[in-house]
């Protein structure tokens, strides 16, 4: 499976983005796919996933602010991002792995990132 994110940019705190993560490479199942960032000088962090049957996860950070979702025909991830925070600035990784429980807990593809800068 390949996956390529596309939708960064800058906005003011409070603001919204949608970000979009093309999938390819698979016929029939769908992966489990997924969310993460990385702010300079800190490791990857999970943001968000949703399972083959649907099942959607969160970190606390971004619960009740970030919805993912799903386009089975048109095989695309999305993840909106709504009353941004600066510390939500980072690169964020598109992957497609292994869920359990709605989670990623397996990542065997990413894409190249997308930077999201939010500004206070």
């Known amino acids: 499976v390949q996956v390529a994110e596309s939708g960064g940019g800058s906005v003011q705190a409070g603001g919204s983005l949608r970000l979009s993560c093309a999938a390819s490479?698979?016929?029939?199942?769908?992966?489990?796919m997924g969310w993460f960032r990385q702010a300079p000088g800190k490791e990857h962090e999970f943001v968000s996933s949703?399972?083959?049957?649907?099942?959607?996860s969160y970190a606390d950070s971004v619960k009740g602010r970030f919805t993912v979702s799903q386009d089975n025909a048109k095989k695309t991830l999305y993840l909106q991002m709504d009353s941004l925070k600066p510390e939500d600035t980072a690169m964020y990784f598109c992957?497609?792995?292994?869920?359990?429980?709605?989670?990623?807990?397996?990542?065997?593809?990413w894409g190249q990132g997308t930077q999201v800068t939010v500004s206070s």
């Open positions: 490479g698979y016929t029939y199942t769908r992966p489990c």
């Open positions: 949703i399972s083959t049957d649907g099942t959607t």
């Open positions: 992957a497609a792995g292994r869920c359990g429980s709605g989670r990623m807990y397996y990542v065997n593809s």
